[in-house]
């Protein structure tokens, strides 16, 4: 069945780094595009950043362009986000998920997505 696993979640002060990394299972990981969503108690599952299946098309939300890269590596089944400049806005539950489509990344959202992982917990606090 399919399953995907994030790691590298932590609590890190404002302006500093993390990188978080997602290992798929369980389907053909370089035939599916895959993306990155977070959420906040209380709120909406909000997408994140999301990437073609051989990692040449990206797409990121508008508040997080220029801080985050995502990435993937087909050969290791998996894929991982790049943060850097981390605000405390950016405390969150983070999620890799496959996506449903590979068009339109940038208009992804949580209903886009199909598969989930159980997440991993950003904290960005002085």
């Known amino acids: 069945q399919v399953q995907l696993v994030e790691s590298g979640g932590g609590s890190v002060q404002p302006g500093g780094s993390l990188r978080l990394s997602c290992a798929a299972s369980g389907f053909t990981f370089s035939s599916v595009c895959m993306g990155w969503f977070r959420q906040v108690p209380g709120n909406e599952r909000e997408w994140v950043a999301a990437?073609?299946?051989?990692?040449?098309?990206?797409a990121y939300a508008d508040f997080v362009k220029g801080r985050f890269t995502i990435s993937r590596d087909n050969a290791k089944n998996t894929v991982s986000l790049q943060m850097n400049s981390l605000k405390p806005e950016d405390s969150a539950m983070y999620y890799c998920?496959?996506?449903?489509?590979?068009?339109?990344?940038?208009?992804?959202?949580?209903?886009?997505?199909?598969?989930w992982g159980q997440g991993t917990q950003v904290t960005v606090s002085s």
């Open positions: 998920a496959t996506m449903r489509r590979c068009y339109a990344l940038s208009f992804a959202t949580a209903a886009t997505a199909l598969y």
């Open positions: 990437v073609s299946t051989q990692g040449d098309v990206t």
